[in-house]
Nanobody, 114 residues
Framework: QVQLVESGGGLVQPGGSLRLSCAASGSILSINAMGWYRQAPGKQRELVAT???????NYADSVKGRFTISGDNAKGIVYLQMNSLKPEDTAVYYCNADAGATYWGKGTLVTVSS
């Protein structure tokens, strides 16, 4: 079992920045990959970025060049640096871990609005 807790969400103006953090506890040695997904109102949950234990990183096209994922799977920590935020980035952001099974945090709300 892996438990995930996100932090760092909030309200930011368009063009601003936020940094999300996620800390895992439990069976963190079994984590193969961690990442971030988001779900906007009325839309399906979608991938934002993932990072594997081997360091392979994948981004959604919509965030490439603006968001940066980093972290250490062995320590159960993952971050998402979000720059040049747009109103369409408004969503609940969920931390995700692949540890044999898939685990989710409860989410943190990011609102981009003037």
């Amino acid at each position: 079992q892996v438990q995930l807790v996100e932090s760092g969400g909030g309200l930011v103006q368009p063009g601003g920045s936020l940094r999300l953090s996620c800390a895992a506890s439990g069976s963190i040695l079994s984590i193969n990959a961690m990442g971030w997904y988001r779900q906007a109102p009325g839309k399906q949950r979608e991938l934002v970025a993932t990072i594997t234990s081997g360091g392979y990183i994948n981004y959604a096209d919509s965030v490439k060049g603006r968001f940066t994922i980093s972290g250490d799977n062995a320590k159960g920590i993952v971050y998402l640096q979000m720059n040049s935020l747009k109103p369409e980035d408004t969503a609940v952001y969920y931390c995700n871990a692949d540890a044999g099974a898939t685990y989710w945090g409860k989410g943190t709300l990011v609102t981009v609005s003037s």
